[in-house]
């Protein structure tokens, strides 16, 4: 416990965390449907997820198509993949983010 005092109180480690997942989060995903950009990006919480850095899921207004952004090592993040296609029934369209830019799985 005395490790997590030199990073600072509680409060600023929040505070760091987040701002930590706000610079990781795309200002939008395209769907990778239709194509539309999705501006309504919602964080998924990765906290206990080793190996992931951060996960975003956004639902097409036009489709319905829900399409995921994810950071992390590359098995984990298909482990995840795995874990939600079970889930759903179906496998989940990934969406690749470049800096400054989102696009879809097809367009790297």
């Not at 939600?84 to 029934?89: K, L, P, S, Y």
Request: aromatic content about 2%; some cysteine; overall charge neutral.
């Amino acid at each position: 416990m005395g490790q997590a005092k030199h990073r600072g109180s509680l409060a600023q480690r929040v505070a760091a965390a987040t701002a930590h997942i706000d610079a990781l989060r795309p200002a939008h995903i395209v769907c990778n449907q239709c194509r539309n950009e999705i501006a309504e990006v919602v964080d998924i919480d990765v906290r206990k997820m080793h190996g992931l850095t951060a996960a975003f899921a956004a639902t097409c207004r036009e489709c319905q198509s829900v399409t995921y952004a994810m950071s992390g090592d590359p098995q984990t993040v298909q482990a995840l993949l795995a874990t939600i296609a079970e889930q759903e029934g179906e496998m989940p369209l990934l969406g690749r983010q470049k800096p400054g830019d989102a696009v879809g799985l097809d367009n790297k």
